[in-house]
């Protein structure tokens, strides 16, 4: 069983900058594509960003471009998701996601229910 928790959400002041962390307790960490996905009230879960399990591949929704950076250290079993620029619209709960290594990942990435096991979720609040 794999077991995630997020930290790191807050209220910030738009332009302000946060960073996520996610620690996993799980044996081979280095085996999990791990992801970013938000939500806000009453819409539904989306994608924000995700990394592969070596760290060879980084997606991220085009809303977060330029502004987030997704990464991880599989010595400490945490995956991070630093957030630079922030604005109102990111306003969401933020939750960490793990998916075991497989084919197809790539074309998959996005899409929640591909995901194994999740994490409690941390708010993040922007105030204009």
């Known amino acids: 069983q794999v077991q995630l928790v997020e930290s790191g959400g807050k209220l910030v002041q738009a332009g302000g900058s946060l960073r996520l962390s996610c620690a996993a307790s799980?044996?081979?960490?280095?085996?999990?594509?791990m992801a970013w996905f938000r939500q806000a009230p009453g819409k539904e879960r989306d994608f924000v960003a995700s990394i592969t399990w070596t760290s060879g591949r980084t997606y991220y929704t085009d809303s977060v471009k330029g502004r987030f950076t997704i990464s991880r250290d599989n010595a400490k079993n945490t995956v991070y998701l630093q957030m630079n620029s922030l604005k109102p619209e990111d306003t969401a709960v933020y939750y960490c996601?793990?998916?075991?290594?497989?084919?197809?990942?790539?074309?998959?990435?996005?899409?929640?229910?591909?995901?194994?096991?999740w994490g409690q979720g941390t708010q993040v609040t922007v105030s204009s």
């Open positions: 799980v044996r081979i960490f280095s085996s999990y594509a």
């Open positions: 996601a793990a998916d075991h290594a497989r084919i197809g990942y790539g074309s998959s990435y996005y899409v929640p229910n591909e995901y194994d096991y």
